[in-house]
């Protein structure tokens, strides 16, 4: 569809490189700051759908950009400005090399293990005789090693973690508390919006003074699940589904429609009804995650209009 952004050239004063992730595009701005563009693409299953998403990005952008000053009070965070509905400008940091997932409910890909037998998720004990979407007695860290684009996340423990190196047990340390205090204010925030934060990840990197930030996205849908508050323990009890915010949405139609991003399977054709219908829904997410209602950016020529609003920020560096 002409009015998303499915891919990003610029090549901004003092430019050093570009990192394209499944969904963000990062410029490194001399060694300095990072311009991070929020496009329109739809990652499900670690697999890129060939089609973008209506404001996606934006909504992505502006909902983790909101949470962050939520949360910078708990958590310091890489922000520094958002000169755009896509964009978000920050501090250039060492990403950390896992994500940091942490679940409340036995939900998505924990309930898919517990299914099949597993009651030990990255290490981490699931108790017996739980139903799907089940409260666990306390949050669970199931922490995954971060994948390139088109590569599958894996599960990791703590264990191998500190085993391989990955992260020093003084920073992985730092990591679990500052995700266990994120999870805490994510929950809180989702309650007094009607809602309940089951399950998100975080990611973090470490400054050039050393100080570890939160960065990338926090609490967006596609980063977290959402249950509608309302009617949970009630679903519950009568083993019926739950009301979700996340998009996971479209990880079942995927289903429904044989994909898991497994070997030789194919992503199943998406019509433009039924990408309008995924662009409604996440609008939809953003209203009820944020509180606020959500203001379409002009599409007319999102890549000039990106471009614009970056040069014009750059000249106040």
Same mark, same amino acid.
């Given at each position: 569809?002409?009015? #998303? ?12 490189? $570009? ?33 973008? $998403?209506?404001?996606k990005g934006q909504i992505l952008n502006q909902i983790a950009t909101k949470m962050m000053k939520e949360t910078?009070?708990?958590? /310091?965070?890489?922000?520094?400005? #958002?000169?755009?509905?896509?964009? @978000? ?12 997932? $942490? ?7 924990? @309930?898919?293990?517990? *299914? ?10 699931? /108790?017996?005789?739980? *139903?799907?979407?089940?409260?666990? /007695? ?7 090693? +971060? ?34 205090k994120l999870f805490q204010r994510g929950t809180e925030i989702a309650a007094e919006r009607g809602l309940i934060?089951?399950? #998100? ?36 009890? +009568?083993?019926? @589904?739950? +009301? ?21 399977? =194919? ?22 995650? =944020? ?23 750059? *000249?106040?560096?």
């Open positions: 569809m002409s009015n #998303t952004i499915i891919d990003t050239n610029f090549n901004f004063p003092n430019q050093k490189s $570009i990192y394209k992730g499944k969904v963000r595009e990062v410029y490194n701005i001399n060694d300095e700051q990072l311009v991070m563009v929020a496009t329109d693409r739809l990652s499900a299953f670690d697999v890129v759908m060939p089609k973008g $998403i209506p404001y910078e009070d708990l958590v /310091p965070n890489w922000l520094v400005a #958002t000169p755009d509905p896509n964009v @978000a400008i920050g501090h250039l940091c060492e990403t950390f090399k896992v994500e940091m997932v $942490i679940r409340g409910y036995m939900s998505g890909h924990a @309930a898919r293990e517990y *299914k099949l037998g597993k009651r030990m998720l990255c290490g981490v004990a699931m /108790p017996d005789g739980m *139903k799907e979407n089940d409260k666990f /007695p306390q949050p669970i860290i199931t922490p995954a090693t +971060k994948a390139e684009m088109g590569d599958h996340d894996e599960d990791i423990s703590r264990e191998d973690i500190l085993a391989k190196g990955i992260v020093s047990e003084e920073d992985y340390l730092v990591l679990e508390d500052y995700t266990r934060l089951v399950d #998100t990840k975080y990611e973090f990197g470490k400054t050039k003074d050393g100080k570890i930030v939160l960065i990338d996205e926090i609490h967006t849908p596609d980063s977290s699940r959402y249950f509608y508050a309302n009617g949970y323990q009630d679903r519950q009890d +009568k083993g019926e @589904a739950q +009301k979700q915010l996340s998009k996971e949405f479209v990880r079942q139609w995927l289903i429904a429609n044989n994909f898991q991003g497994l070997e030789r399977q =194919t992503v199943p054709y998406m019509s433009d009804e039924y990408i309008e219908t995924v662009s409604e829904r996440y609008i939809e997410l953003y209203e009820n995650i =944020t509180g606020d209602t959500f203001v379409k950016g002009d599409v007319s020529d999102i890549l000039s209009r990106i471009e614009a609003n970056v040069l014009e920020y750059l *000249k106040t560096v």
